[in-house]
């Protein structure tokens, strides 16, 4: 039986979604199709992709920048946390409707474990507050972040991630700025959340002057993988935590829930890197 997925998301055509799943139904023999459904070329909206998906047979969806919050209507969320955070970037259709589950959270809290250990996050800024820093910031919590700034040109956002994060996180000190390099002094943790750096959205949301003295970097763009924003970081000597990463967890996490199976994460991740995924 083919396994048919899809990710729902603009500027997609460079990512590397369809070879992951692909290469991981073939490592454990499921012929898996996963089709980039872009709204704006198929002249359809989020609503009438989504439920063009559920009419033809797909057993799940990825979704990503700008639709994740869009998504969260039209599922059930059975995780509270994933419910506070606010913004999906999985769907599975189960007979009893589609259900919905947030990988980006579960998957940083793995890149980070995996490049850091046990070591404490420290003051982290953060900046973008849309669908995937809100699940960064609440994987920032579930590692015991106890000061987060969060950054964003819109405060009204910033505004709403701090409050849902201060409801289930009592000792987590938020702030919500709109000056980045401001909120960056006396930081150890660096984030990109905004598509600034990704093909077509060319820059940096943080100039190198303003990372002197942080620890650690991750930046959520992983088209490409190194950014100008990683660049900078690494010239300063901090730590990096690549979008290649975010992007690796966070869709075997997802593969794990589409298919009820687990595949063998160093040769998918061999696999990957071998035809250009990172």
């Known amino acids: 039986m083919v396994i048919r ?12 979604a369809p070879d992951l799943h692909r290469l991981a139904g073939q490592s454990l023999g ?18 009438q992709i989504f439920d063009s998906c559920v009419a033809t047979g797909f057993r799940g969806i990825n979704v990503t920048y700008p639709y994740k919050e869009l998504a969260v209507p039209r599922v059930q969320i059975d995780d509270p946390q994933v419910r506070a955070i606010g913004a ?23 890149a980070y474990k995996r490049a850091m250990t046990d070591k404490d996050t420290g003051p982290v800024t953060l900046i973008g507050s849309g669908g995937v820093g809100r699940a960064i910031a609440f994987g920032l919590a579930t590692l ?26 009592s000792e987590m000190t938020v702030s919500v700025w709109t000056d980045a390099a401001a909120a960056a002094q006396g930081a150890a943790g660096l984030i990109n959340c905004t598509p600034v750096g990704m093909v077509g959205y060319e820059g940096t949301p943080l100039e190198r002057a303003a990372m002197t003295g942080a ?12 950014t100008e924003f990683l660049n900078d970081a690494t010239s300063l000597g901090l730590t990096i935590i690549s979008g290649w990463e975010l992007f690796f967890f966070q869709g075997l996490h997802a593969w794990k829930i589409f298919s009820g199976t687990a ?16």
């Open 215 to 226: 620890k650690w970097a991750f930046d959520a763009v992983y088209t490409p993988v190194d």
């Open 144 to 169: 015991g972040t106890k000061d987060l700034r969060l950054v964003d040109l819109d405060a009204a956002k910033s505004t709403a991630v701090a409050e849902a994060l201060r409801a289930v996180n």
């Open 5 to 16: 997925l899809g990710l729902i998301g603009d500027n997609i055509e460079k990512s590397q």
């Open 88 to 110: 999906i970037n999985t769907v599975v259709f189960d007979a009893d409707g589609p259900r919905g589950y947030n990988t980006d959270y579960s998957g940083f809290i793995e």
């Open 30 to 47: 499921q012929d898996v199709t996963y089709d980039r459904l872009v709204p704006w070329q198929l002249e359809q909206s989020f609503d």
């Open 263 to 278: 595949c063998d994460e160093a040769a998918l991740r061999q696999n990957l890197m071998q035809i250009g995924g990172s």
